[in-house]
């Protein structure tokens, strides 16, 4: 798609045009195919008011979405079994889709069977290591066990019946009322259970059997694999006596709500070495077994995993295809389709071409019609951009998309956006770290493209070419302000100045006289003010805001100009452009002006004074804030256009609008302007009404509210620029504590330990607060700055984007 596209023009969208095709049935799908190769034509829904089951080919995308969901499972064991796909080149192989579904079928059957077989198995395996456990640890209680169980017995037939009482247990009542001389029947069970569960399980047997059970444990060192939930549990051995019928459904119960495993187990000493050698062979057998199921299934999933890409992508293209066939319309002969669709005028060429080579592979008879159509339709915007154009006009689509061939902000905000972080973030040490990070990114570019990261990991390599930019335009914003980590070095020679005496030692600003050549670059290190007073550095700071806010307001109204001029809407270059430029610089510019002749002069004017008696005291004189010759007329002057302007944006275009629309009902020879805002608003209200009544005072209120908007825009949108100046005074003070009171206080200490803390505290508070809130607050703010200072002066931004059918898009479009 970038090889036969013409060089980029980011200042204007593409030229497009919709475009007809009729496609012959029997060419339909490889015509779509083919075109979706070509990736330029946005198509049109034909078929909107039908719904997905009632559309031609819904039975095919089914289709698809059935063997998709056959692919999900393939991927999913896959990455269970850790297995990667292969990311070999994808080859055009003829693959037959039927054939294709046929296989996916036939794989998915004989894994499911795999795993169903391997789970069986594993089950299995897992019972009989519970078995051989529960044999192992039970026998070594069950002599025990058995022989206090025998004593106890013994000791109770000896004594003598004691008087009966409602605590006394129920088994010894049976036990006295039998003849001793005949021996008393234990039963047993053996088990194991969830060693957290076990405290509860003891407490529940005791309660439920009233004391008459005998309960030995045994801890089992390692976890044990459950084999029902097929997780590792950390278990007890149980061997549990009773005596009754009664009392062993009881248990059994428990057992059960407890989830203790059950298993079998003989008394006899010979039969439990016998069983123990029995499962131990079964367990080996069945270890035999499982390994060979699991290289079965490693080799089959191998064999899927080198043809997968291959096949989600089959199965994603097909999908698309018959989806895009959807939306187009079946002629009433029912031998072609009819499409309709949006693409670049540059793309015709390409386009015909994939027509003409799909009607010639499909053996087709009928070739394919392609032809423009006129209407007056919005078409859809569409920048052709590049990895590194991208990011950046991103950030304008996120404002809003730009209307079809209105200008875009995205080729300024190239420059203007990385500048005005860096004037807020200004530091070239802190802008190297950040080159150093983004540098990493770029390297490892390819590798890092084809993996799958983190959201916020994502997001961040998206933008990389963006801190890029910022990265180097914060290098050369810290030189200018001659700060690496807030301390000033002579990198360019030294300081032009030097103290009178002794007693200016300590002073940055006071006492200083110059004694060599002006520092050649940026700031000289002695400018760096003390903190007891405005330093010169931060007034510089704080006037350079007003003038990039000054400067970037008037390139939003200059657009504006260059957007009417573009749309042929003579009334907003009058009654729009021309009175916004006066009203801005004859205040603001104006302020910018002065600003740079008191630069220039030396001068110490105060022009807060200056801007403030303006509209106060117009006729005062100036008197030692006086910078030029002819200032207080020009002041005078100024406040008058400044005045005049507000009307005359106000006033004239309603009443324009109101004769534009009388003379095209009276059928006068004056043509008025189909192209203005106002016009297209007025027709898209009343094209239905071709001699309704003009709204005159719904024009009004809106001309006024776009007055009262840009009025009081002008000053807080100049105000908002300070932010430049807060941050970049917020990023230096905070520089300044971190290097000030933990490193050069660690130094202080001349104590090894102390040092290496201090150097960590600081590496993690600049990285931490400096290189990642800062950063993300500067961006932030640039963001703003762009949005409603900027973009607000003449972006509309009320378009839709191009989303054309491209087979390059798929994973996106998933």
């Known amino acids: 798609m970038g090889g036969c596209c013409p060089p980029m023009d980011l200042m204007r969208s593409e030229p497009m045009q919709l475009i007809q095709l009729i496609i012959p049935i029997e060419s339909s799908n490889l015509t779509v195919s083919y075109l979706g190769d070509v990736g330029l034509i946005q198509f049109k829904d034909l078929n909107a008011e039908k719904s997905p089951f009632q559309r031609t080919y819904a039975a095919q995308i089914k289709k698809c979405g059935e063997m998709a969901r056959r692919l999900r499972f393939f991927q999913d064991q896959m990455l269970r079994a850790g297995l990667i796909p292969s990311t070999k080149p994808l080859t055009r192989a003829d693959i037959d889709l039927d054939d294709l579904e046929i296989k996916l079928g036939e794989l998915e059957a004989e894994l499911v069977e795999i795993n169903g077989n391997g789970e069986k198995l594993q089950r299995s395996y897992n019972e009989l290591v519970e078995y051989k456990l529960v044999l192992q640890k039970a026998g070594e209680l069950f002599s025990s066990a058995l022989s206090s169980a025998a004593a106890q017995q013994r000791d109770i037939a000896s004594r003598q019946m004691p008087e009966e009482s409602l605590d006394s247990p129920l088994l010894l009542d049976q036990e ?5 001389s005949k021996p008393v029947n234990l039963g047993f069970i053996a088990g194991l259970v969830p060693r957290e569960k076990f405290m509860a399980f003891e407490r529940i047997l005791f309660r439920a059997t009233r004391g008459n059970v005998f309960l030995k444990q045994v801890v089992l ?65 069945m270890k035999t077994t499982i390994d060979a199921g699991l290289a079965h299934r490693a080799n089959l999933l191998q064999s899927i995993g080198d043809q997968f890409e291959q096949w989600n992508f089959l199965v994603k293209k097909e999908k698309s295809i018959y989806h895009t066939l959807n939306m187009l319309s079946l002629d009433v002969t029912k031998k072609c389709l009819v499409a309709e669709g949006w693409s670049p005028v540059f793309a015709s060429k390409h386009i015909q071409e994939a027509l003409q080579r799909a009607s010639i592979d499909s053996n087709s008879q009928v070739g394919s019609i392609f032809q423009v159509l006129h209407t007056k339709e919005l078409p859809p915007t569409y920048f052709r951009t590049n990895k590194f154009t991208t990011a950046f ?74 801190i890029f930019m910022m990265s180097i335009f914060s290098i050369y914003t810290g030189l200018i302000y001659n700060e690496f980590f807030s301390v000033p070095f002579e990198l360019f020679g030294p300081s032009a100045y030097a103290c009178r005496d002794l007693s200016c030692r300590d002073a940055t600003t006071v006492g200083l006289i110059k004694v060599r050549d002006t520092y050649p670059f940026g700031l000289d290190p002695a400018w760096h003010g003390s903190r007891s007073e405005l330093p010169f550095l931060n007034s510089l700071k704080m006037k350079m805001s007003i003038l990039l806010g000054v400067a970037q307001m008037n390139l939003g109204i200059i657009l504006s100009f260059f957007n009417a001029i573009f749309f042929r809407n003579s009334l907003n270059v009058w009654f729009q452009f021309i009175p916004q430029m006066i009203f801005l610089n004859s205040l603001f510019g104006y302020l910018s002006l002065l600003i740079i002749v008191k630069w220039i002069t030396g001068s110490q004017a105060d022009l807060y004074h200056v801007m403030i008696y303006m509209f106060l005291s117009p006729t005062d004189d100036l008197g030692e804030n006086q910078l030029f010759p002819g200032q207080k007329m020009a002041q005078l002057v100024l406040l008058l256009l400044a005045f005049v302007s507000v009307p005359w944006m106000l006033l004239p275009k309603p009443f324009l609008l109101k004769r534009q629309h009388q003379n095209r009902h009276q059928g006068q020879t004056y043509t008025p302007l189909q192209s203005t805002e106002e016009s297209l608003q007025v027709e898209a209200n009343h094209g239905s009404h071709d001699h309704e009544e003009f709204e005159f005072g719904e024009v009004f209120v809106h001309q006024l509210i776009h007055t009262i908007e840009f009025v009081l825009g002008a000053i807080s949108n100049t105000a908002s620029y300070l932010r430049l100046w807060a941050l970049s005074l917020a990023h230096s003070e905070l520089s300044t504590v971190f290097y000030e009171k933990v490193l050069l206080l660690a130094w202080g200490y001349n104590n090894v330990i102390i040092l290496i803390v201090g150097i960590i505290v600081f590496i993690f508070a600049t990285v931490g607060v400096l290189l990642v809130m800062e950063t993300l607050s500067a961006f932030l703010h640039a963001l703003r700055l762009h949005w409603v200072e900027f973009m607000n002066k003449f972006y509309e931004g009320d378009g839709y984007k191009f989303h054309p059918f491209s087979f390059s898009l798929l994973d996106e479009d998933e």
């Open 176 to 180: 006295m009322s039998i003849d001793p």
């Open 221 to 285: 060192e390692e976890p044990v694999i459950d084999p029902a939930s097929g997780e590792k549990v950390e278990k007890n051995a149980f061997l549990i006596f009773f005596s009754g019928e009664k009392s062993k459904s009881k248990i059994l119960k428990i057992c059960e709500a407890f989830g203790a495993n059950r298993y079998p187990f003989s008394e006899d000493l010979g039969k439990q070495v016998q069983m123990i050698t029995e499962v131990s062979e079964r367990l080996s057998e």
């Open 393 to 466: 006009q991103e950030i304008v689509d996120a404002y809003g998309v730009a209307k079809y061939q209105e200008a875009n902000p995205g080729v300024f905000t190239i420059v203007t956006f990385p500048f005005l972080f860096a004037v807020m973030f200004g530091d070239w040490g802190h802008g190297i770290c950040l080159l150093l990070g983004t540098l990493f990114l770029l390297f490892r570019e390819k590798k890092l493209s084809s993996q799958k990261l983190g959201d916020i990991m994502e997001m961040t390599f998206g933008g990389r070419y963006t």
